[in-house]
Structures are given as structure tokens and as C-alpha cells.
């Protein structure tokens, strides 16, 4: 099980193509956006034949802090969390082998489901970035969803959510809504993300990061809504508000997330329509 930041993802695929055996399960958790697709194919590009199962949560199992070096803060655990591997024929072995540990792991359907139903993706960057001035003038003091989402913050995110889900309804796929997956992960209910959020007892006592320099940019950013961006270009969704922020985290960060990210070539699926797209994901069909 891969439990690290999506930035690592690429490096540790390249650190075990020689050492992957047949049979062996690998377990992005999380994969953030496109996680098992960037694996696969740096596998691939490293001379890895090795029939192992692969597969990648769409989120983290737990809402949690590190309090120190050796110590973890588990606020909840959430009661449900979609698992997907590629191909997705794969998914039920996946889940069997992991059930009695992880019975919550349910399946996602694919991996471009888990991936677009990347809630870090809208929740994250934005709320980082919308709550810049506070973060570097407290230093985090102050609760993260409680006190940094808004009624105005929220319905950023609510434009976010929207062309993420549009996204991935232009490949077919329904994506849960940010209502529906805070429902799914929390039981947290609202008519809007506003109402959702501050119904979520397991968000109460989470802090703000303490710098910008947080894996909620460096990470969320080139990982998680740069691929969705991609996949919103190459298919012709308008993606102009996650673009906004993939362009503010640039200048704040001073780099190009664009340049870093992972892009549709990083994720091999560059050249491929909707319909192939698919066939790979779900049937491990590639050309």
C-alpha cells in the first residue's frame, strides 16, 4: 500500500519496476487524479512485465494530522471509500485480498472514476489559496473548513465541482456531486457545500497548513487538477475556473504546475479518443 503524497508516485514506480513480481498488489492510497495511469505507465517505460494487481483509492481512509515525528491524529475514519483497479476486471480480486483489513474499501467502478472523484482536488488548492493571507499572517491558527469556508469560498468551490463533474460526464462517466460525496465519505447533509462542510463534525478541530508551502498546492495542484484540466481541454470542456487556480498557485509557488503536472502524455493517454480511453480503463485495452 502506497501511502505518500501523489508527487511521489512516479519516483517510487520508478524505484520498483525492477523488483515487482507476478501477483503482487500495489495500492495507490490515494491516487489523487490519474495515479494508476501515471504508474502504469512508468512501469512500463522502465521495462516492468510483471503481472501485478494495480489499483488506487479515490481518497485516504482517514481525516487525519501528524501531531510529531512518531505520532497521528485520527479525527474520523470514513465509512466508505471506492477502490478501483487497472484494468477495473481487476478490481474484485483487489478487494477480497484487502476486505478483512479494510472493509470499507468499496468498489469505484474504474479508475477514472476514483480519479475524478477527487474531492481533494476542489476542496484543497482552493481553500488553500482563498485563505492565503490568513494561513501567512496566523500561521494556520485557525480551523481549516470551519472557520476558512465561507459562504464566497464555498461557491468557488461549487464552480469548481461543477466542471469537474462536467468533465467527467464528457467521458461518460457520472461523478458524484461535492453534496453527494460529502454524504457518501461523512453522512454530512446541506443544500449547499457551505451547509455540508459545517455539518461535518470530523472537520471541527482540523487546522489551517501552517505555511503555502503545503502538499495542498504542491501536490493537489500538478497531481490532481492539472490532469482534470487536461482531460477538460482534450475533450472540450470549458475548465476556466480550475485553470484560475492552477494559475494563481503558479504565481504564488513561482513555478509551472502545467509544466509539473501530470499531464495526458505523463499518463500515456494522450492520443486516445473517449471510447478507447475507456476500453482501456476498464478492460486494459491499450493501442
Not at 76 to 84: F, G, Q, R, T
Not at 181 to 189: E, G, H, P, Q
Amino acid at each position: 500500500m502506497v501511502v505518500v503524497p501523489s508527487s511521489a508516485h512516479a519516483d517510487i514506480a520508478r524505484c520498483a519496476a525492477p523488483h515487482l513480481r507476478d501477483g503482487q498488489i500495489v495500492i495507490l492510497h490515494p491516487g489523487r487524479t490519474g495515479g494508476c495511469l501515471e504508474f502504469s505507465k512508468v512501469l512500463r517505460d522502465h521495462g516492468c512485465r510483471a503481472e501485478i494487481l494495480l489499483a488506487e483509492a479515490e481518497t485516504l481512509i482517514y481525516a487525519s494530522r501528524s501531531d510529531g515525528p512518531a505520532q497521528v491524529r485520527i479525527f474520523s475514519i470514513k465509512e466508505a471509500v471506492p477502490l478501483a483497479a487497472l484494468p477495473a476486471t481487476r478490481t474484485p480480486q483487489v478487494l477480497e485480498a484487502i476486505h478483512e483489513a479494510y472493509p470499507q474499501f468499496i468498489d469505484g467502478l474504474s479508475v477514472l472514476h476514483t480519479g475524478l472523484n477527487n474531492m481533494g482536488a476542489i476542496f484543497h488548492p482552493a481553500l488553500t489559496l482563498l485563505n492565503a493571507g490568513r494561513i501567512e499572517s496566523t500561521g494556520g491558527e485557525f480551523q481549516f473548513y470551519i472557520e476558512g469556508v465561507t459562504p464566497s469560498v464555498a461557491r468557488v468551490l461549487e464552480a469548481l465541482d461543477r466542471e469537474r463533474v462536467t468533465v467527467a460526464a464528457a467521458l461518460g462517466i457520472r461523478a458524484r456531486t461535492g453534496l453527494e460525496w460529502l454524504k457518501m465519505a461523512y453522512d454530512a447533509t446541506g443544500t449547499t457545500l457551505y451547509e455540508a462542510i459545517h455539518n461535518q463534525p470530523g472537520y471541527r478541530g482540523i487546522k489551517a497548513p501552517s505555511t503555502l508551502n503545503h502538499r495542498y498546492i504542491f501536490e493537489d495542484v500538478p497531481m490532481s487538477l492539472v490532469p482534470i484540466a487536461a482531460l477538460g481541454q482534450r475533450y472540450g470542456v470549458s475548465v476556466q475556473a480550475i485553470d484560475s487556480i492552477i494559475r494563481l498557485a503558479c504565481v504564488i509557488h513561482q513555478t509551472d504546475y502545467w509544466r509539473r503536472g501530470r499531464t495526458l502524455n505523463k499518463l500515456g493517454i494522450e492520443q486516445l479518443s473517449v471510447s478507447e480511453l475507456t476500453a482501456y480503463v476498464n478492460e486494459g485495452v491499450y493501442e
